[in-house]
């Protein structure tokens, strides 16, 4: 009997480290693939407890959203919250899920709700700012913004953000003072330096400008919008052959690593339906957050995906690369693809300053009645209206240029004002126009 009661003890001790052991495993964060199964088991098996697997479903959540498994993310933070109410980082990591979405309203209400559970936490007002900007709100914005720089001065993302944000409200002087703030607290902050460069762009300081792009370029060259600003500048071409080397780089190894499953052209169907086209990363995972999907590479749609590794210089050029995808050979924007996910919008700090494809919407309801607002060689409909695509080609043309051309009231053109935002998304259209 005796024998009986110790070898119970004994597999009950063993079940007791076993679960221990999964427990630990769910929270580490080194090993993702890990991660997933541990989380898993304790989802799937009983004698874990309601807290325990709430925080399984969190946490899985989280190794899927950060490989852009979104689907499967929010099915496992709606877990999560459902079984923790009080939970503010259930809130916070489904508010994420949401902006890949484009769910705007969600994400603010999630982060709204980490906030009551959780005041004062920067990274709450962080992305519910960001939802904020996104849809335009920029007055909620900068209040979120400036709400986390309060708790947290040395915060440089929240500088450029709120940088951003002034820049969209057209306070041009309080977005310059937020992005030098950003870069004195991060010196190496290749984004604040380039968002800075667009501005000075702007307002005519051309020399700043281009320092700031070159700066931006160096410090991270799959930053392709500071290379086009240094083009529309003038600038000499030497750094511009090194970034095009870099897309080159990261072509070849997209190419030798990724091709078998992925197509990473500008066109053509993946050889493998569940591996997602080259071209339609940079919708799902803009700019910067691409780097933490491909060095993760480890989200549930991509078991069959080989495992190889890819050094930090080798992530920047592939990033590079697929951000040269955003547009064809020819400059004009892809069109979007096909996918089941809608586009992401990123958490990570983003590059603002105008979307081609609304650009070429608005002159189309707006201009296109007397300029010819097309890639063609075609003539305007109105004579004396100048085609877009001569526009963008006058030597010296550039922000400032055009900023101060779709200002001026034409003889024959009809008085009316122009958004700042649309003129953005017009001014970043045209310039697409530019033969490269």
Known sequence: MRAVIFGCVEVLNSVGAAQADAVADCNQIRDPQLRLRACSQIIAEPGYTTNEKAVAYRNRANARADAGANTEAFADFNKAVDLRRDDAAGYTGRARVRLAFRDFDGAIADYSEALRLAPGTVSSHIGRGHAHFVIGDTTAAITDFTEAIRLNPQSASAYNRRGLAYRRSGDLARAIEDYTAAITLNPIYALAYNNRGYVYEARGRNDEAIADFKSALLLDPSLLGARDGLKRLGAEETLLAQ????????????????????????????????????????????????REPLSRGIAAPHDEMPRFTLSAAE?????????????????????????????????????????????????????????????????????????????ANIPGMSVTALTVWSGTTHPTMPNFVIAPQDMDDLIAYILSLHDR
């Open 315 to 391: 992530i920047d050029s592939i990033v590079a690369y697929i951000n040269s995808l955003a547009t064809t050979k020819t400059g004009q924007p892809v069109a979007k693809a096909n996918t089941k996910s809608p586009p992401a919008v990123p958490m990570a700090d983003v590059v603002e300053f105008g979307d081609p494809r609304k650009g070429l919407a608005y002159a189309q309801k707006v201009c296109s009645a007397c300029h010819n607002v097309l890639r063609t060689d075609a003539p305007s409909p109105n004579k004396r209206a100048p085609p877009f695509k001569k526009i």
């Open 243 to 290: 970034v095009e080397a870099h897309v080159q780089h990261g072509k070849s190894l997209v190419e030798k690593n990724c091709s078998p499953c992925h197509s990473v052209g500008v066109s053509g169907e993946s050889p493998n339906k569940k591996a997602p086209p080259f071209r339609s990363l940079h919708a799902r995972h803009p700019s910067l957050a691409l």
